[in-house]
């Protein structure tokens, strides 16, 4: 079946530099891209979000870029900090009610 | 500001005891409610979810069951449970008009 997963299951990087984070999906009908932060023993965290009509947003030290072609979402993360370090969900909208979610990508910050 | 509650945080049971798990959610009305497990390094799937009261939908058979006796109340149970349905509960909620869901703190569940 149709489903959202990730290239990386771990990403170690150091502190400061850049982290970038990456996910393959295949349902070419999804319409809503998002991700979240999970840090250990807790719920998902809102990160950012994306619908299909764009190809970059940006937040604070955040950036999302969607490539509909290749059916690839990446989230990158400028100046990698400790806190940073947590399991990193991609999902997407498929056109049910609820989000579809990926494997997930660890990020540790070593420092 | 709309919050969401979880509780318990963590939970050992024996295995073939019942369950039940509460999620609340404040600020909102007629939120879509959601309940995922997540396994140890694993990612979220989807056991129910409801769209208004007395209205659940099950993704996966299994072993447990939701309810919404109120707006904003959503409880999963179990009359026996299996070593199987240990994991990490997460309750989450979303509107119909925005597809962001945000998640309740989780329920540690380990069944021994």
């Known amino acids: 079946g149709e489903s959202v997963g990730l290239h990386l299951p771990t990403l170690s990087v150091q502190e400061g530099d850049n982290s970038i984070i990456n996910c393959a999906y295949s349902?070419?009908?999804?319409?809503?891209f998002i991700w979240y932060k999970q840090e250990s023993g807790k719920g998902p965290q809102f990160i950012i979000d994306?619908?299909?009509?764009?190809d970059k947003r940006q937040g604070q030290r955040v950036t999302v870029l969607l490539n509909k072609t290749v059916k690839h979402l990446s989230l990158q993360i400028a100046a990698t900090q400790p806190g940073d370090s947590a399991v990193y969900f991609c999902a997407e909208n498929t056109g049910r009610r609820a989000l579809t979610f990926g494997s997930g990508t660890r990020l540790q910050v070593q420092p | 500001s709309q919050t969401i509650h979880q509780w318990p945080a963590t939970l050992v049971q024996p295995v073939g005891s019942p369950l039940s798990l509460e999620c609340t959610v404040e600020?909102?009305?007629?939120?879509?409610l959601y309940w995922y497990r997540q396994a140890a390094g694993r990612g979220l799937q989807l056991l129910f979810y409801s769209v208004g009261i007395g209205q659940i939908s099950s993704e996966v058979p299994q072993n447990l069951s939701a309810s919404r006796p109120q707006d904003r109340q959503f409880i999963l149970s179990s009359k026996k449970l299996l070593l199987s349905d240990s994991g990490f509960y997460l309750c989450?909620?979303?509107?119909?008009?925005?597809?962001?869901?945000?998640f309740g703190s989780g329920t540690q569940l380990s069944v021994l």
């Open positions: 994306i619908r299909s009509n764009m």
């Open positions: 600020g909102t009305s007629n939120p879509n």
């Open positions: 349902n070419s009908a999804s319409d809503y």
């Open positions: 989450a909620w979303n509107s119909y008009t925005n597809e962001k869901l945000f």
